[in-house]
T-cell receptor, first 111, second 112 residues
Framework: AQSVTQLGSHVSVSEGALVLLRCNYSSSVPPYLFWYVQYPNQGLQLLLKYTTGATLVKGINGFEAEFKKSETSFHLTKPSAHMSDAAEYFCAASSASKIIFGSGTRLSIRP | DTEVTQTPKHLVMGMTNKKSLKCEQHMGHRAMYWYKQKAKKPPELMFVYSYEKLSINESVPSRFSPECPNSSLLNLHLHALQPEDSALYLC???????????FGPGTRLTVL
């Protein structure tokens, strides 16, 4: 069965520092992959998605993710963190008309 | 119109009440979803409607009853809920031929 693993339930970075949120999936066939962000008491907002083609995917708010089939990874990065990036981030993979979510990573930004 | 809307934003109900949650989208999406999300957890899939027909029921208790009256509207009827059903209920939709889901803002449900 498809599964998604997010390493680190909580990541804290300084404002202006690199953001790296890790995600690995388990599947013999590369699925569609997604990153969603959730601000407190709000729904999930799609940051970016990988379907086919270019392995480096650019999303909203300056985020990007790289699909690496050999490592079954889809890590999310942003070169310079902003205070407004503080939120919960979910990595997800499609599987049989469903989306399988990782457990989430809470990103905190230190002033 | 490029969004999924949900009403109400907040709902407080007793265990004997009957209430409904509403979800609407006008993007021509033909798949719609209900999720339940507890604090600090990822969303859990409850139901999937595809072309107005229920295609997935994740063994949800019968006190939750979904309804899809048309391609733009999805309801979740609630009856005799338990306090542990208190959660954020999220609706999502996806365009034909894709698995990309777009979420609404959610309804915060409290069962007393």
């Amino acid at each position: 069965a498809q599964s998604v693993t997010q390493l680190g339930s909580h990541v804290s970075v300084s404002e202006g520092a690199l953001v790296l949120l890790r995600c690995n999936y388990s599947s013999s066939v590369p699925p569609y992959l997604f990153w969603y962000v959730q601000y407190p008491n709000q729904g999930l907002q799609l940051l970016l998605k990988y379907t086919t083609g270019a392995t480096l995917v650019k999303g909203i708010n300056g985020f990007e993710a790289e699909f690496k089939k050999s490592e079954t990874s889809f890590h999310l990065t942003k070169p310079s963190a902003h205070m407004s990036d503080a939120a919960e981030y979910f990595c997800a993979a499609s599987s049989a008309s469903k989306i399988i979510f990782g457990s989430g990573t809470r990103l905190s930004i230190r002033p | 119109d490029t969004e999924v809307t949900q009403t109400p934003k907040h709902l407080v109900m007793g265990m004997t009440n009957k209430k409904s949650l509403k979800c609407e989208q006008h993007m021509g999406h033909r798949a719609m979803y209900w999720y339940k999300q507890k604090a600090k957890k990822p969303p859990e899939l409850m139901f999937v409607y595809s072309y107005e027909k229920l295609s997935i029921n994740e063994s949800v208790p019968s006190r939750f009853s979904p309804e899809c009256p048309n391609s733009s509207l999805l309801n979740l009827h609630l009856h005799a809920l338990q306090p542990e059903d208190s959660a954020l209920y999220l609706c999502a939709s996806s365009p034909p031929g894709t698995d990309t889901q777009y979420f609404g803002p959610g309804t915060r449900l409290t069962v007393l």
